[in-house]
Nanobody, 117 residues
Framework: QVQLVESGGGLVQPGGSLRLSCAAS????????MGWYRQAPGKQRELVAG???????RYADFVKGRFTITRNSAETTVYLQMNSLKPEDTAVYYC???????????WGQGTQVTVSS
C-alpha cells in the first residue's frame, strides 16, 4: 500500500502562484514514477507533470514553462510549483504514484485549485 496526501491547493488570482505538495508513505520502495494529474468538471483526468525515479521530469504542453515538478531527496514528497496560473488551470489536482510488484496506480484524495479574479 502507498498512501498519498496532497496539500497546497486553494484560490489564487490569474497570474498567481501555488505550490502543491504530495506526501507519500507506505511501500514507497515499490514506486517508480510519481506525477500530478488534474480533472476539471466534465473533463477527463489529464497528466500535468511527472517525475521518474531517476529524476527525469515530463510535462504536458499546456504547463511547460509555467509549472515545475520536483521531489525531496528521500523521494517521499513531490511538489508542483505552479506559476502564471490561468483560469483554465482550475481543477482538482491529484497526486499519482505508479508502483510495481505488483503493478498498481495509487491516487491521493485531490486538492482543489481555483484560479479566478
Amino acid at each position: 500500500q502507498v498512501q498519498l496526501v496532497e496539500s497546497g491547493g486553494g484560490l489564487v488570482q490569474p497570474g498567481g502562484s501555488l505550490r502543491l505538495s504530495c506526501a507519500a508513505s507506505g511501500d514507497i520502495y515499490r514506486v517508480y514514477d510519481m506525477g500530478w494529474y488534474r480533472q476539471a468538471p466534465g473533463k477527463q483526468r489529464e497528466l500535468v507533470a511527472g517525475i521518474s525515479k531517476n529524476g527525469v521530469a515530463r510535462y504536458a504542453d499546456f504547463v511547460k514553462g509555467r509549472f515545475t515538478i520536483t521531489r525531496n531527496s528521500a523521494e517521499t514528497t513531490v511538489y508542483l510549483q505552479m506559476n502564471s496560473l490561468k483560469p483554465e488551470d482550475t481543477a482538482v489536482y491529484y497526486c499519482n504514484a505508479a508502483a510495481m510488484g505488483p503493478r498498481f496506480d495509487y491516487w491521493g484524495q485531490g486538492t482543489q485549485v481555483t484560479v479566478s479574479s
